[in-house]
T-cell receptor, first 111, second 115 residues
């Protein structure tokens, strides 16, 4: 298996633009997680899905953030409009039960 | 609120030194415990995990961790570190049985090994 695949690896955008991050989980995994990593706050769970249904989105910072999982093999995290404080590395992870398998992350820079 | 504390934010050691990184979590009940490592420029990798059974868990790359329930701790250890162990180490905890409930991560410990 290729593991969890995220795209793009790097994204540079200007404040106010819409940003879409993509994730392909490991086939057969029924949980998908979105995390954000910053120096100040460390790793934070934003939202997670079980069988494509959002279970807990309490970590989503504000309404500018939205996540979807239209099918078992694809998820998006969208920020609209983006702000400089959204600059971070965003990780997607999937699992089947315990443990997590992480993607390589998307480094987002909002100028 | 559930929380995970890693008290050492930065650790600098010489090669061959012994390592112990602390991890404490906020309260008991059924817990599932993890250590992840992030090498420079790379993504997170699972080092080891504890669900139940023997509280001394052995992971990859010579790492081990001990779950001490009475101390709410899950410290990571390695008897002799190498330069290639330079990385960021994250402790993570999930509470409750089964499933893949959200993990709570510590803020991480930046480990630097000097040759």
């Amino acid at each position: 298996d290729a593991g969890v695949i995220q795209s793009p690896r790097h994204e540079v955008t200007e404040m106010g633009q819409e940003v879409t991050l993509r994730c392909k989980p490991i086939s057969g995994h029924d949980y998908l997680f979105w995390y954000r990593q910053t120096m100040m706050r460390g790793l934070e769970l934003l939202i997670y899905f079980n069988n494509n249904v959002p279970i807990d989105d309490s970590g989503m910072p504000e309404d500018r953030f939205s996540a979807k999982m239209p099918n078992a093999s694809f998820s998006t995290l969208k920020i609209q409009p983006s702000e400089p404080r959204d600059s971070a590395v965003y990780f997607c992870a999937s699992s089947q039960g315990q443990g997590r398998y992480f993607g390589a992350g998307t480094r987002l820079s909002v100028l | 609120a559930q929380s995970v504390s890693q008290h050492n934010h930065h650790v600098i050691l010489s090669e061959a030194a012994s390592l112990e990184l602390g991890c404490n979590y906020s309260y008991g009940g059924t817990v599932n415990l993890f250590w992840y490592v992030q090498y420079p420029g790379q993504h997170l990798q699972l080092l080891l995990k504890y669900f139940s059974g023997d509280p001394l868990v052995k992971g990859i790359k010579g790492f081990e961790a001990e779950f001490i329930k009475s101390k709410f701790s899950f410290n990571l250890r390695k008897p002799s570190v190498q330069w290639s162990d330079t990385a960021e180490y994250f402790c993570a905890v999930s509470w409750g049985r089964g499933g893949a409930d959200g993990l709570t991560f510590g803020k991480g410990t930046h480990l630097i090994i000097q040759p």
